[in-house]
Nanobody, 124 residues
Framework: QVQLVESGGGLVQAGGSLRLSCAASERTFSNYAMGWFRQAPGKEREFVAAISWSGGDTYYADSAKGRFTISRDNAKNTVYLQMNSLKPEDTAVYYC?????????????????WGQGTQVTVSS
């Protein structure tokens, strides 16, 4: 069982930046592809970004391209989401996900493991 704990959310003004972190309990963290999703009130959970087990491949939703960067540190069992140029429409609860089956799965809500989420609020 993989436990994921997100942190780094908060309130920021439009145009600002935040860096989210997701710490994993699994000692074989480097075997897992990792992803970030978000869910705004009244909306479905949507994919934001994902990274392969090695960090060599990344994938972004169109809404995140050019503004968000996903990265990972396998020595620290942690994945990050650097969010720049934030917009009010980025307001949501952000969730970390992991799956050994790779990017094809971790870019979807079929991912095996999920964190509890961290709130990001962007004021206009």
């Amino acid at each position: 069982q993989v436990q994921l704990v997100e942190s780094g959310g908060g309130l920021v003004q439009a145009g600002g930046s935040l860096r989210l972190s997701c710490a994993a309990s699994e000692r074989t963290f480097s075997n897992y592809a990792m992803g970030w999703f978000r869910q705004a009130p009244g909306k479905e959970r949507e994919f934001v970004a994902a990274i392969s087990w090695s960090g060599g491949d990344t994938y972004y939703a169109d809404s995140a391209k050019g503004r968000f960067t996903i990265s990972r540190d396998n020595a620290k069992n942690t994945v990050y989401l650097q969010m720049n140029s934030l917009k009010p429409e980025d307001t949501a609860v952000y969730y970390c996900a992991s799956d050994r089956r790779g990017l094809a799965v971790v870019t979807t809500t079929r991912s095996a493991y999920w964190g509890q989420g961290t709130q990001v609020t962007v004021s206009s």
